[in-house]
């Protein structure tokens, strides 16, 4: 969860009323939990196996993001040079809306646009005007060309060429904080891979048990005074989002299309549905005594910190207050231990 409003919204407190539970289930005054130990969710597939290609890919994608620009003159342009481009796009003889550009910059043979209008710009100088004519499928993802013949008509009114830095010792030293050398670069970017597609693994098994997890919830009712604290966070959010704007509020949810009664319906749902989760990961994390030392708190805090780009811990504490930090973090550890404690079955 990367909006810093969804982290805004995690409310801390303590269910209220006695607790009862029995094997993976478990009941408190708000809510009934039939099952979170031991549920069955569909085995997770890890992405593909990090190749020799997939690390080079990501190299030289690093090598692109230190590419020094510069503007070409002297020759037409040619793949892998970045075209600036004018163009008008028409079907039946009239323009389409919305359908041209200004200034637009296309490397070429990046497959950004389709592959013809790329095609099209490679040998044309600056100053060129030239037309290209292509039928769209109607499934064309493009709704302003989609079913249309088209023609465009395009002027290259620039060309820049990218140069890379080579991939050297020195330059790897400039860039890792633990590789001295290209081999252990590439070693570096492997391991990477490797925890990331770890890190997929294991999200998208957390997200697949905790909706099981809340599927298996029923909300027996909502704290009144919790459940308006949630809905006074998304009032106060988008308030700011008017007051951004120097909108009234009334014309602010014109703007997004939107009822007062329809946003009053969105706001109590969306409260809820935080508000079930806060008290579902309250209830696990209570019978199964599931907590943290101060030490392991405060790395958590960093973690968190960074997963909502906060610029470091202490700017995320004085944006959002300690009982909703630990909200978060407590629900964190459920999901976490919910995983865990899962049955991954193989289709």
């Not at 969860?1 to 539970?21: F, Q």
């Not at 990501?58 to 892998?80: C, H, K, M, S, Y």
């Not at 120097?246 to 749902?269: C, I, S």
């Amino acid at each position: 969860m990367k909006r810093r409003y969804a982290m805004a919204a995690l409310l801390l407190a303590a269910a209220a009323g006695l607790t009862s539970c029995s094997g993976g289930s478990a009941s408190n005054d708000y809510i009934k939990i039939s099952k979170y130990k031991g549920v069955e969710v569909p085995a997770v597939e890890g992405l593909p196996d990090i190749t020799d290609e997939s690390v080079e890919n990501n190299i030289q994608t690093v090598l692109e993001g230190f590419a020094e620009v510069t503007e070409v003159t002297d020759r037409p342009a040619q793949e892998g040079d970045i075209a600036v481009l004018d163009y008008t796009a028409s079907a039946d003889g009239q323009e389409i809306e919305n359908g041209g550009n200004s200034e637009y910059e296309l490397e070429l043979g990046s497959n950004t646009f389709f592959a013809e209008f790329e095609e099209a710009v490679v040998g044309h100088s600056i100053g060129d005007t030239f037309e290209l004519q292509h039928s769209f499928d109607a499934s064309y993802t493009n709704q302003n060309y989609a079913g249309k013949d088209v023609t465009f008509r395009i002027t290259l009114t620039g060309i820049k060429e990218k140069e890379l830095p080579d991939l050297t010792d020195e330059f790897v030293q400039t860039i890792s904080q633990e590789s001295e050398t290209v081999d252990e670069y590439r070693e570096e970017i492997r391991r990477l891979l490797e925890k990331n597609n770890e890190e997929y693994i294991q999200s998208e098994l957390q997200d697949t048990v905790w909706q099981e997890v809340l599927d298996n919830t029923e909300v027996i009712e909502y704290p009144e005074d919790r459940l308006e604290e949630e809905k006074q966070h998304f009032y106060d959010y988008y308030q700011a989002g008017a007051d951004y704007y120097e909108m009234e509020f009334a014309d602010f949810l014109e703007g997004m299309e939107v009822t007062e009664e329809e946003f009053e319906e969105q706001v109590t749902e969306a409260a809820r549905s935080n508000l079930k989760e806060d008290l579902t990961a309250e209830l696990i994390a209570e019978k199964e005594n599931i907590s943290m030392t101060d030490e392991e708190y405060e790395k958590a805090k960093e973690d968190l910190a960074e997963e909502m780009s906060y610029t470091d811990v202490e700017q995320m504490e004085e944006e959002v207050d300690e009982k909703n930090i630990r909200s978060y973090i407590l629900r964190d550890q459920v999901k976490a231990w919910t995983a865990e404690n899962c049955i991954q079955v193989k289709e």
